[in-house]
């Protein structure tokens, strides 16, 4: 059972990881495409630079454990991140919301078997 939950926990993390990157990475490297969407979505555009950033540390913080506060912090942003991209997509009905569904999903995942990986490896 212990093996199957890391292996879930580290397929989830790697998904929603390199989600998160591939996201930053659109963020720095094609900002003017990303700040159109940002502006129909009906968010401030000075935010795609800095959040791309964000991502990166969050995607940092969850994969060294370094601290497990840093890390339930990176899952809260995420989580926040995610509902907020699934909330603006839904309001302006542009059927571009399936990627903020797919992320939530592997964030759940993920952070649901952390903890319980975590705990088996603690007791």
Request: zero cysteines; aromatic letters at 14%.
């Amino acid at each position: 059972m212990k093996k199957r939950n890391k292996i879930i926990y580290w397929i989830s993390t790697g998904l929603l990881s390199l989600m998160m990157l591939m996201s930053a990475g659109m963020y720095l490297f094609n900002t003017a495409e990303v700040s159109k969407v940002f502006v129909q979505l009906g968010y401030n555009t000075r935010i795609v630079v800095p959040l791309a950033f964000i991502k990166i540390l969050g995607v940092t913080a969850i994969l060294t454990s370094k601290s497990k506060m840093l890390k339930e912090w990176a899952y809260f942003g995420f989580f926040v991140d995610f509902l907020l991209a699934l909330e603006g997509h839904l309001s302006v009905g542009d059927g571009e919301h399936g990627g903020a569904l797919i992320a939530l999903f592997l964030l759940i995942i993920s952070y649901s078997y952390g903890r319980l990986v975590h705990r088996e490896n603690n007791a």
